[in-house]
């Protein structure tokens, strides 16, 4: 059975500091996806990895995939409040299973 | 282009009841998938269709179901409600299965 961690769960943080999300997944995949949601709001698609050393980057978010180490990183660079909401990592597995998804990360970001 | 619309937006049902919600992809997407998200459990999947065929489903019980049109719109249905079931659901669509699946709104389900 395929799980996705995510640390850490709540962080809270400055405007204007950097900081990283992990999500760990345990069996290979074909697919993994950062969505961000807002309280209340469905979720939006912030990134598609595909492969190993997979980076892509949009405003102040950054991920990362690692394949070997089955893990992604998404970086946060110089926060500012609008960049308060939930974070998931969900991975794609292949065949017909759907997403799994990490249980997100509840970012607040205070001025 | 319009994204994944969900109805209805908001339900409020009592214990044993069941309800439909409906799912309307994005144009050309074929692929729709479902999910449930709780505090509790958080996001798990519930199913998923392609060209009108369930490809698979989730751990959940038979008293969820769910179809797929010859328009690639979806339905799912619960029956016999819980309090439990009170949930957001998420409908997804993708032109293909698995590929960059696009969220919709939810449709925020209140069983009392």
């Known amino acids: 059975e395929l799980k996705v961690e995510q640390n850490p769960l709540f962080l809270s943080m400055q405007e204007g500091k950097n900081y990283t999300i992990y999500c760990n997944y345990s069996t290979t995949s074909d697919r993994l996806y950062w969505y961000r949601q807002d309280p209340g709001k469905s979720l939006e698609s912030l990134f598609v990895l595909l492969s190993n050393g997979a980076v892509k980057q949009e405003g102040r978010l950054m991920a990362s995939l690692d394949t070997k180490a089955r893990l992604s990183t998404l970086h946060i660079t110089a926060a500012v409040h609008d960049l308060s909401a939930t974070y998931f990592c969900?991975?794609?597995?292949?065949?017909?299973?759907?997403?799994?998804f990490g249980k997100g990360t509840h970012l607040i970001i205070q001025p | 282009k319009a994204g994944v619309t969900q109805t209805p937006r908001y339900l409020i049902k009592t214990r044993g009841q069941q309800v439909t919600l409906s799912c309307s992809p994005i144009?050309?997407?074929?692929?729709v998938s479902w999910y449930q998200q709780t505090p509790g459990q958080g996001l798990q999947f519930l199913f998923e269709y392609f060209s009108e065929t369930q490809r698979n489903k989730g751990n959940f019980p038979g008293r969820f179901s769910g179809r797929q049109f010859s328009n690639s719109r979806s339905e799912m249905n619960v029956s016999t409600l819980e309090l439990g079931d009170s949930a957001l659901y998420l409908c997804?669509?993708?032109?293909?299965?698995?590929?960059?699946?696009?969220f919709g709104p939810g449709t925020r389900l209140l069983v009392l």
């Open positions: 144009s050309g997407h074929r692929s």
């Open positions: 969900a991975v794609d597995p292949g065949g017909a299973d759907g997403l799994t």
């Open positions: 997804a669509s993708s032109l293909v299965p698995g590929v960059e699946p696009h």
